[in-house]
């Protein structure tokens, strides 16, 4: 195993013109694959408590090239990562669809895969319902305090042999992916172009980000932004006022706004899929991020 050291960071934060997606007819959307083999494992939070963690490790379909392979970390919503049909079973065989379809879509390509569980192990392993935002405990914060979990998600793939520790990037989704806006602020110590992630995707983030960026929106890697005009739990305003702002100051980063399609619109259940804008969406973002990171978390 590989012992590569990683500078803690220590304090934490919060994307110009928004690109309006025109619409396609919808395709057909895809399954959820025959499952992989996920493997539980569990690593430390960057967190002052050091909070053991635990997440789901997928491996890249045919194994890693000799050079290693790129690696994506995955962070849930405010849902968590399992499913709502649980039961009280959290383990990778009740992981969300949405979550285990981009497992498989990564590790297809090539990638390792690390779906981070922040909720879990803070005791809240159904996570929080639409609406109690206010009232959420501060440990799971996620301007403050997912973007260390995600760093240490970073530094356990970074122990693996079959892992390129220089081309991990991160992906989330909704609180998941305000944490993935945070983790790529450059507010951290040290040099993060070359310790931190190399590129950042976050799909309906919630972009307020508690006034953290209120100066301004400053990444230190390429961000991708996606969002539904249609939202109905986050606000496409607030994404486009913080990519303009930062696209102005020259920042790489960018927003792609998809008409009529909802919170969670890659959810690639029927019910989901079903809807026309949501299918359009689905397509389209699945496209452009793969594109995306496939470029990002090439070798240098």
Same mark, same amino acid.
């Given at each position: 195993?590989?012992?590569?050291?990683?500078?803690?960071?220590?304090?934490?934060?919060?994307?110009?013109?928004?690109?309006?997606?025109?619409?396609?007819?919808?395709?057909?959307?895809?399954?959820?694959?025959?499952?992989?083999?996920?493997?539980?494992?569990?690593?430390?939070?960057?967190?002052?408590?050091?909070?053991?963690?635990?997440?789901?490790?997928?491996?890249?379909?045919?194994?890693?090239?000799?050079?290693?392979?790129?690696?994506?970390?995955?962070?849930?919503?405010?849902?968590?990562?399992?499913?709502?049909?649980?039961?009280?079973?959290?383990?990778?065989?009740?992981?969300?669809?949405?979550?285990?379809?981009?497992?498989?879509?990564?590790?297809?390509?090539?990638?390792?895969?690390?779906?981070?569980?922040?909720?879990?192990?803070?005791?809240?392993?159904?996570?929080?319902?639409?609406?109690?935002?206010?009232? $959420?405990?501060?440990?799971?914060?996620?301007?403050?305090?997912?973007?260390?979990?995600?760093?240490?998600?970073?530094?356990?793939?970074?122990?693996?042999?079959?892992?390129?520790?220089?081309?991990?990037?991160?992906? &989330?989704?909704?609180?998941?992916?305000?944490?993935?806006?945070?983790?790529?602020?450059?507010?951290?110590?040290?040099?993060? $172009?070359?310790?931190?992630?190399?590129?950042?995707?976050?799909?309906?983030?919630?972009? &307020?980000?508690?006034?953290?960026?209120?100066?301004?929106?400053?990444?230190?890697?390429?961000?991708?932004?996606?969002?539904?005009?249609?939202?109905?739990?986050?606000?496409?305003?607030?994404?486009?006022?913080?990519?303009?702002?930062?696209?102005?100051?020259?920042?790489?980063?960018?927003?792609?706004?998809?008409?009529?399609?909802?919170? &969670?619109?890659?959810?690639?259940?029927?019910?989901?899929?079903?809807?026309?804008?949501?299918?359009?969406?689905?397509?389209?973002?699945?496209?452009?991020?793969?594109?995306?990171?496939?470029?990002?978390?090439?070798?240098?």
């Amino acid at each position: 195993m590989k012992r590569a050291i990683f500078a803690a960071a220590a304090v934490l934060l919060g994307v110009s013109g928004p690109a309006l997606a025109r619409q396609d007819p919808p395709a057909a959307s895809t399954p959820v694959r025959t499952a992989q083999a996920a493997e539980r494992v569990t690593f430390r939070s960057m967190d002052e408590p050091r909070t053991e963690l635990v997440g789901y490790l997928f491996r890249p379909a045919g194994g890693a090239s000799r050079d290693g392979a790129p690696a994506v970390v995955l962070m849930h919503g405010r849902g968590g990562v399992y499913s709502s049909q649980a039961n009280g079973v959290y383990a990778a065989s009740t992981l969300t669809r949405r979550l285990r379809f981009w497992a498989e879509y990564w590790t297809e390509r090539g990638f390792y895969v690390l779906i981070v569980d922040s909720f879990g192990p803070r005791g809240y392993p159904t996570g929080f319902a639409a609406g109690t935002y206010s009232t $959420r405990p501060p440990e799971v914060n996620e301007v403050t305090i997912r973007p260390l979990d995600a760093y240490g998600a970073m530094r356990f793939l970074r122990s693996l042999d079959g892992v390129a520790d220089d081309r991990i990037g991160l992906m &989330g989704f909704s609180n998941g992916a305000s944490a993935t806006l945070a983790a790529l602020a450059d507010d951290k110590p040290g040099d993060m $172009r070359r310790l931190g992630f190399r590129a950042g995707v976050a799909l309906y983030p919630g972009c &307020g980000l508690q006034n953290r960026f209120a100066r301004g929106y400053r990444p230190y890697a390429p961000v991708q932004v996606f969002v539904g005009t249609a939202d109905e739990e986050v606000s496409p305003e607030s994404c486009r006022r913080l990519v303009d702002r930062a696209r102005a100051a020259g920042e790489p980063v960018e927003l792609t706004v998809y008409e009529g399609a909802v919170h &969670g619109f890659d959810d690639p259940s029927r019910s989901r899929q079903a809807v026309p804008a949501n299918a359009a969406a689905t397509a389209d973002v699945r496209r452009r991020v793969g594109a995306f990171f496939e470029a990002q978390l090439a070798p240098r």
